[in-house]
């Protein structure tokens, strides 16, 4: 008989065993990993059981914001969480292997059974709450204003009262006014909720709303009570960062979508306060302010600095003179002229691998490079955000390739890794917090792909204006250009123009197409509009092959990318060009008049033409007549009716040319 242990390569033996440990060790890993410091004993009764967590505030020996209830028998499963913390989480021990059926059908109701007790048990313990912290606080006399935790924080009684052993207590509020719980303050600041009062959600004002205004959010009672007598307006204390999102939430409620409500968040070093302050802000529509400094609004204050400036910054007046609007001059700023306009929002749109990626990089990388000239056009250097949300692999790559090209040392450039939704309060904060994160703030922002980064229907008015939104938030907050990289529709009629709803043509700024070459003409770069300024002519590039230094593909061979490199106008193309710029002044003038139109057809009057001509081409009153005069060759009114583009009519003229007039007519729809 054949030795089936040579063929198996030697005797059989059972897999060892998995060794995992005991159920408490488990338990105590997990607790840890959630950010909590375990109690020094775990009991798996089926009760629940509170410990101190470790977190912030819960040194005082009667503080344990921690608890978990977990079942002994079976599979040993539960909960843990940290009211602090406002977090739970749900565990069960590793066995060493896989779950049964049965097991599994019985691990999930003994969560459930967990889940069941702890809100019980939690009830329970707020009802009991409930009662007592009445008592106390109605017995509680008020605070003495030299109690030594007011003196310490320099700041008044605000309605605080005292305990029997001399301790501030300060109430937590239902919506409705009813007392939920009580908050102890020892002389040093060390703060207790009572036992088992319900503190999620809860709040107090100090202050009140008699007089319409701003209405101030803060963590702690001392941050208020300082922020209230700086502004003498109403502060409500959340008591907590987590409880930051839930009261503002109410707050909102309450007073309705027009009150202003501004968040004080805490400058902690974990930056916990700051996180929930902003997500307070995204979800409610608040403002939020925060101090330069480590510590709180009373740390900031405490240490010299101007809180009322912090909190109450100066505004210019909103209305102002015209004659004070027009004195003095406000030239367009340029990142690259006129092209990319910046504290702009613009949109480069093409068809599907046409070259619109390639072009952005290309200016992008003129600007994180240092480079002062695009193709003629002056550049200013800057940082730049890209937001990739696709072609990794091939950004990579085109990166490097112009790096080498233009040997361009160190680029101002970062780059995401992958997409999210920026029209959604997670994405958008994700967005802001890792660039707050870069030491300087960047000069341009890019959204590549636009659908990449959309959450919801690029054809929906709604979300787009979310989008809109988000971008306009983003150029507030950095003061810098946002673009839009996006595709265009499917049909020839539609190439020279952005694919989905007419509302994001209307909110930019600048728009660009980016026309792929053909039968000889190569690739095209076309303003299509430029609210602030004189659309740039259109400009003639391609692609040109460049192999990347030492990288080599799975079978060695050269990696090639490619980068965009001016080329020639067609022939065509240069005798139309002083039409182009004729048909686009015209253009531009009807849309500074108001656009008018007679007979269905574009129509421009002589006096809005030399309006324009003298107010936005800043030329004289006599050169502008000689723009408008049908008898100078070279100027836009003589060639334009020379060539049947426009026509006399009334006392101005028409535009007659069918596509011409037809594109016009289409923007005015859109906008």
């Known amino acids: 008989m054949a030795d089936l242990s040579k063929v198996f390569g030697g005797p059989w033996a059972p897999p060892p065993e998995k060794l995992v440990a005991a159920p408490e060790a488990q338990l105590i890993v997990a607790m840890r990993a959630a950010g909590l410091e375990p109690p020094d004993e775990i009991l798996m009764d089926g009760k629940i059981h509170r410990f101190r967590s470790g977190t912030k505030g819960s040194a005082g020996h009667g503080d344990k914001p921690g608890w978990y209830l977990v079942f002994g028998d079976g599979i040993p499963a539960g909960r843990f969480g940290c009211w602090r913390m406002g977090m739970e989480q749900t565990w069960r021990a590793d066995v060493g292997r896989k779950l049964t059926q049965t097991e599994e059908m019985s691990h999930a109701k003994r969560l459930a059974e967990a889940k069941a007790l702890r809100d019980a048990a939690i009830e329970r313990q707020h009802q009991v709450a409930s009662e007592t912290v009445e008592k106390i606080w109605t017995g509680a006399q008020a605070a003495l204003p030299d109690h030594p935790y007011l003196a310490k924080k320099g700041i008044g009684v605000h309605g605080a009262r005292a305990t029997g052993d001399g301790r501030l207590v300060v109430p937590l509020y239902d919506a409705d006014g009813t007392l939920s719980s009580l908050q102890y303050i020892d002389h040093e600041g060390g703060k207790l909720y009572h036992s088992g009062g319900q503190t999620g959600g809860k709040f107090w004002q100090i202050g009140t709303m008699d007089e319409p205004g701003i209405l101030y959010v803060a963590e702690g009672f001392a941050t208020a009570a300082t922020i209230h007598e700086t502004t003498d307006r109403p ?30 968040a805490d400058n902690d070093a974990s930056g916990v306060g700051q996180r929930y302050a902003e997500q307070a802000s995204a979800k409610y529509g608040a403002r939020m302010v925060m101090p330069s400094i480590l510590g709180d609004a009373n740390d900031y204050a405490q240490a010299g600095h101007n809180l009322a400036g912090l909190l109450m910054p100066i505004k210019d007046d909103w209305l102002i003179p015209a004659d004070d609007f027009c004195a003095q001059p406000s030239p367009i700023s340029w990142l690259v002229k006129r092209w990319i306009q910046s504290r702009a929002l613009v949109m480069v749109h093409g068809p599907s691998g046409g070259g619109k990626t390639f072009v952005v990089l290309d200016w992008c990388l003129h600007m994180a490079s240092g480079r002062e000239d695009w193709g003629g056009h002056k550049v200013r250097p800057g940082n730049v955000v890209y937001l990739a949300g696709e072609g990794h692999h091939g950004l990579r790559g085109r990166v490097a390739a112009w790096k080498h090209h233009h040997q361009a040392g160190k680029l101002a450039m970062w780059l995401s890794k992958d997409g999210c939704d920026l029209n959604t309060p997670t994405g958008y904060l994700k967005v802001v917090e890792q660039v707050r994160m870069l030491q300087d703030r960047p000069s341009v922002i890019v959204v590549d792909t636009l659908h990449r980064f959309l959450a919801g229907d690029e054809n929906s008015a709604q979300d787009a204006k979310t989008m809109l939104d988000a971008c306009n938030a983003l150029m507030q ?10 595709h265009t529709g499917v049909s020839d009629e539609a190439q020279h123009r952005a694919r989905g709803s007419s509302a994001w043509r209307g909110a930019l700024d600048i728009e660009i197409s980016i026309v792929p070459g053909k039968e000889g003409v190569p690739m095209q770069i076309v303003q299509r509009k430029s609210k602030d300024a004189e659309m740039a002519e259109t400009i003639y590039v391609e692609l040109q092959q460049v192999a990347i230094p030492d990288w080599l593909d799975e079978d060695n061979q050269q990696v090639t990318s490619a980068v965009i490199v001016q080329a020639k106008a067609p022939t065509s193309a240069k005798k139309d060009s002083k039409i182009e710029n004729h048909r686009k002044t015209f253009e531009n003038a009807w849309w ?20 324009y001509c003298v107010q936005k081409l800043a030329v004289s009153e006599a050169s502008a007549k000689q723009y408008i005069k049908p008898s100078v060759p070279g100027k836009p009114i003589a060639d334009l009716l020379m060539s049947q583009i426009i026509e006399v009519f009334e006392h101005g003229w028409i535009v007659i040319d069918e596509a011409q007039a037809s594109a016009m007519m289409i923007r005015k729809s859109e906008r």
């Open 235 to 264: 502060v409500v204390v959340a008591y907590s960062a987590s409880n930051l999102v839930p009261v503002t939430g109410t707050l909102r409620q309450m007073y309705g979508a027009t009150q202003d409500i501004v968040i004080v």
């Open 477 to 486: 907050e950095f003061n810098c250009s946002v673009i839009l990289v996006h």
């Open 592 to 611: 500074s008049s108001g656009a008018e139109e007679r007979n269905g057809l574009p129509y421009l009057s002589r006096s809005a033409m030399m309006d």
